[in-house]
C-alpha cells in the first residue's frame, strides 16, 4: 500500500481548514445537497465531501457511508489532493496503490473511486467531493469527469460561504482588509439599512459602479416582493441584538440598476461595534448555479437524447412502487437491427428514430406508467396496477405495432422492428431487481422467436438462462477439442490495393451450432480462465501462418495479434512472443499486437514493462479502437506504440458527418506528430477509400478489401494479389 504524500504547503493548509471552520469535523448541511446530486447522477452507493485533516479524515456531508477506516494514510482522498484534476480508480484490487488497502481487502470492499480536490481561494487543498462503490467500473468517461468536476466546483462555493461566516464571527478588520479585494458580492449595513461598504463584485453583480452604494438602502439590491421578509429579518435581529436562532432563507431574489432579477445565494451576518449592531451580507449570484442544478438533477433522470426517465431513475421508480408494496408490470423493449439501421443511415438518422420511438412509448403511457430510455436501443415501460396477464400482453403488442408505425426521416420512410419482454409483480417477482430480470429473460426470448415478438415471463426461462451460463462450460470443451480457428482479414496499401498485412481473428467451429463469431463467446472466454491459454495457441496459430505467406508469396507481410488482458498477468508474455517469433522463423517486425485501452489502464506497470520489451525487441504495438475512449491520448504518451488502429465507427460516419471526419484529421495528425503509422478499421467504399488516402492515411482494411476468411481463402487472395502485381 503506498501511503498518501504530505504536501509541502501542509500547515498552511490545516490553517485554511482552522479558517473554514473545518476543525471542529461537523457536518455542514448545505453540502448535502452536493452529495445527493452526485450519488443519483452517477447512481452511486456512496459520496461525500471529505475533509483532510492531520492525521485523519472526516465527512462533512455523506450519503451512504458506513463505518470507514478514517485514517489520513488510507485514505484515498489523501491521494486526491496531491493532483490537480479529478483521480479516477477503476478498480482498486489492480491498482497498485490500493491493492492491498484496508479499505479494499477489508469489510468496505472499495473497488471503485473517483474524486476531485475541494480547494480554498487560495489554492490550498481542504478535501475532496468523491464518488464510491463495492462493484468496479471501467465506463467512467470524460464527461462524467466534467460533471464530477462541476459538483465540485458547487461544493467548493458553499465551502468559501463557510469561511466568510467563520470569519464574520470572529473580530472584524477594517472592510478593505476583509473583503476589498475579494470576488465574492460582500455587503456592510448599518441597522438603518444603509449600505456603509461594499466591494467591486457587489457593485458588479448588481450592475453599479462602486461609488453608487455608499449610503443608498440596501435593499434596492432587491426586488418589492422580497423587502417585507428582509425587513422583518433585521427588525428581530435589532431588537434581539443579534442573528441568533433567527431563520435567514438561503436564497433571495436580487435586482439590478437595470431592473433585471436574478437568483441570490444569500447569508447574513451581524456583529456589534460601540453597541450597534451592525450586518454583512453575502449576495453571490448564483442564477447560473442554480440552472447547472436542475441541468445536473436532470442528468441524473433524465436521458439527455429523449427527455425519458434514465435507467436510474426507471429502477428507483420500480423500487419505490414495490416497497409499498404495489402491483405493476414492466415491459423491456429492444429495437430490432437498429444498428444496421444506424450504421446504413447515419447517427444523425438513428438519433431521430430514437427520439421518435421515445414520443410513441411517452404518448402511450401518458400520464398513467412511466416510459423509459435505458441506454442505446432499449426502452422500458412500467404500467402501475396492472396484474392481468392478458391485459399486459395486449399492452405490449400496442407498443410493439405503435413502433412499427413507418418513421420519416429525411423525406425517407424508415421501418422499425422491436421485441418486448413483459414481466409482472407480485405474481413474477417480489423484487425490483428480480422483476427487471425477469423482464429482460422474457426479452431475450422474445428477440429469438423473431423480430416484432412479445413474451411473457415464465419460471422457466430461468431455467434457460442456467443453461446459457452452462454454455460457458462449453469453452473448457472447444479448447480441449481444438475447436477454435484462425479467420484473416486483410490489411492493404490504399494507394497500390497490395497486401501489406493481416489480422488474426478468432473464431469458435462449435460441433452444433457452426462457425461462431467472437461476440458470442468472447465476453465468457475473457472472465474465465482459459483467456491465457486460447491467446498462447492464436499467438503460435498465427506466428506459423505468417511464416508460411511471407515464404509463398507475400514476403514482407505483417501478423495483426489482438491480445487478451490476462495474457499481461499471467505467464512471461515477453519470453512466449519471442519463442514463437524463432520458432517459425519471423523477424521482430513481422509481428503486430493489438491492445485495447480495456487491457491498458493507466498506471499498470505490468502491461507498461511488457509492452516496452517487446517493442525494444521490434515488434509493432497497436492501439485498437482508437478515439473510443477517453484514455486514448493518454495511453499515447505512455505506452510504447508503433501503430493507431482508427476505429470503424469513425470511417462508417466521416463521409457524412463532420464530427467523424474530425476525428479522423486529428488522429491522423496526431499520429504524425508521435511519428506513429494508422491503419483505418471498417472501409467498406471507393469513396471512404479515396477520403482516407486524400487524408493521408495509408493503410486500411474492410469489407471493401476482404471479409475475415479462413487460412486457405487468404492464400487464394495472396496469389491474385501477386498476379494482379506482376501484370501491373
Known amino acids: 500500500m503506498k501511503c498518501p504524500a504530505i504536501l509541502p504547503t501542509e500547515s498552511e ?51 451512504g457511508a458506513g463505518k470507514f477506516d478514517m485514517s489520513r494514510d488510507v485514505s484515498f482522498c489523501a491521494h486526491t489532493i496531491n493532483q490537480s484534476g479529478v483521480m479516477v480508480v477503476p478498480d482498486a484490487t489492480l491498482d497498485e496503490r490500493f491493492h492491498d488497502n484496508p479499505l479494499v481487502v477489508g469489510d468496505i470492499n472499495l473497488r471503485f473511486y473517483a474524486g476531485v480536490p475541494l480547494r480554498s481561494p487560495e489554492g490550498l487543498a481542504l478535501g475532496a467531493l468523491c464518488i464510491v462503490d463495492n ?22 462555493d458553499r465551502l468559501e460561504l463557510r469561511r466568510i461566516e467563520v470569519s464574520g464571527n470572529k473580530s472584524r478588520p477594517n472592510f478593505e482588509e476583509y473583503a476589498g479585494n475579494s470576488t465574492t458580492p460582500v455587503v456592510w449595513f448599518d441597522q438603518t439599512l444603509c449600505i456603509t461598504a461594499w466591494n467591486n463584485a457587489a457593485a458588479q453583480s448588481h450592475g453599479y459602479s462602486l461609488e453608487e452604494g455608499i449610503g443608498k438602502p440596501v435593499e434596492q439590491l432587491m426586488p418589492e416582493r422580497s423587502r417585507p421578509i428582509f425587513h422583518e429579518i433585521i427588525s428581530q435581529a435589532i431588537a434581539a441584538g443579534s442573528l441568533d436562532e433567527l431563520v435567514i432563507p438561503t436564497e433571495i431574489s436580487g435586482l439590478r440598476k437595470d431592473g433585471s ?29 442554480r440552472l447547472e442544478e436542475i441541468e445536473l438533477r436532470q442528468q441524473a433522470n433524465i436521458d439527455p437524447l429523449t427527455g425519458l426517465e434514465n435507467r436510474a431513475s426507471f429502477y428507483r421508480a420500480i423500487e419505490s412502487a414495490m416497497i409499498t408494496p404495489s402491483p405493476i408490470t414492466v415491459l423491456m423493449i429492444d429495437l430490432d437491427g437498429f444498428k444496421d439501421l444506424n450504421d446504413t443511415l447515419g447517427d444523425a438518422a438513428g438519433d431521430s428514430i430514437i427520439k421518435e420511438v421515445s414520443n410513441r412509448l411517452l404518448k402511450m403511457v401518458d400520464t398513467v406508467g412511466i416510459a423509459a430510455r435505458l441506454g442505446g436501443d432499449e426502452f422500458a415501460i412500467m404500467w402501475p396496477q396492472m396484474t392481468n396477464p392478458g ?27 422491436a421485441s418486448c419482454g413483459i414481466a409482472i409483480a407480485p405474481d413474477q417477482a417480489q423484487e425490483a431487481l428480480e422483476l427487471i430480470g425477469n423482464a429482460d429473460l422474457a426479452l431475450f426470448k422474445a428477440k429469438s422467436i423473431g423480430r416484432g415478438q412479445v413474451f411473457l415471463f415464465v419460471t422457466a426461462l430461468r431455467l434457460e438462462a442456467v443453461v ?34 493481416a489480422e488474426a481473428l478468432l473464431r469458435w467451429h462449435h460441433p452444433e451450432r457452426g462457425i461462431l463469431s467472437p461476440i458470442a463467446f468472447l465476453p465468457a472466454l475473457e472472465r474465465g480462465t482459459l483467456a491465457v491459454t ?33 495474457q499481461f498477468h499471467v505467464g512471461n508474455l515477453v519470453t512466449e512472443v519471442i519463442a ?60 510504447p506504440l508503433t501503430r493507431i488502429k482508427i476505429d470503424q465507427s469513425f470511417v462508417h460516419g466521416m463521409l457524412e458527418h463532420e464530427q467523424d471526419a474530425s476525428v479522423i484529421r486529428a488522429t491522423l495528425d496526431i499520429a504524425r506528430s508521435f511519428k506513429l503509422e494508422t491503419i483505418a478499421e471498417g472501409i467498406e467504399t471507393e469513396h471512404q477509400r479515396s477520403y482516407l488516402l486524400e487524408k493521408e492515411c495509408m493503410e486500411g482494411q474492410g469489407y471493401l478489401f476482404g471479409k475475415p476468411i479462413p487460412a486457405a481463402q487468404f492464400s487464394a487472395l495472396i496469389e491474385s494479389n501477386k498476379l494482379l502485381k506482376e501484370t501491373a
Not at 469535523?25 to 461525500?48: G, K
Not at 465506463?139 to 466534467?146: E, K, P, T, V
Not at 408505425?405 to 425517407?412: F, S
Request: aromatic share 8%; charged share 20%; hydrophobic share 45%.
Open 534 to 566: 486460447v491467446g498462447s495457441w492464436v499467438l503460435d496459430e498465427a506466428c506459423a501462418q505468417a511464416a508460411y505467406w511471407r515464404r509463398n508469396g507475400c514476403p514482407n507481410l505483417r501478423m495483426g495479434v489482438n491480445l487478451f488482458g490476462a
Open 13 to 63: 493548509r490545516l490553517t485554511a481548514l482552522s479558517n473554514h471552520g473545518l476543525d471542529n469535523e461537523s457536518l455542514i448541511p448545505n453540502l448535502d445537497p452536493v452529495v445527493q446530486i452526485a450519488a443519483r447522477m452517477f447512481d452511486m452507493p456512496v459520496a461525500a465531501v471529505n475533509i483532510i485533516g492531520n492525521d485523519h479524515v472526516f465527512f462533512v456531508a455523506h450519503i
Open 468 to 501: 446459457r451460463r452452462l454454455y460457458a462450460l462449453e469453452l473448457h470443451r472447444a479448447v480441449d477439442e481444438g475447436e477454435f480457428l484462425l479467420f484473416y482479414q486483410p490489411q492493404v496499401d490504399l494507394i497500390t490495393g497490395e497486401i501489406t498485412g
Open 391 to 417: 391485459l399486459a400482453m395486449q399492452l405490449a403488442e400496442a407498443a410493439v405495432a405503435t413502433i412499427a408505425i413507418p418513421i420519416v426521416v429525411d423525406g425517407q420512410e424508415v421501418r422499425v422492428a
Open 135 to 156: 462493484q468496479p467500473h471501467t465506463d467512467f468517461s470524460a464527461s462524467d469527469q466534467l460533471r464530477l468536476e462541476e459538483l465540485a466546483k458547487m461544493a467548493s
Open 261 to 289: 432579477q436574478f437568483i441570490l445565494g444569500f447569508s447574513l451576518f451581524s456583529w456589534k461595534d460601540a453597541g450597534r449592531i451592525k450586518f454583512e451580507a453575502v449576495l453571490k449570484d448564483i442564477t447560473e448555479q
Open 580 to 639: 514463437a517469433l524463432k520458432r517459425h522463423g519471423l523477424p521482430p517486425e513481422a509481428l503486430e499486437l493489438e491492445i485495447t485501452e480495456n487491457i491498458a489502464p493507466d498506471n499498470d506497470d505490468v502491461v507498461l514493462n511488457c509492452l516496452h520489451q517487446l517493442h525494444d525487441y521490434g515488434v509493432g504495438i497497436a492501439l485498437d479502437d482508437f478515439g473510443t475512449g477517453y484514455a486514448s491520448l493518454s495511453l499515447l504518451k505512455t505506452y
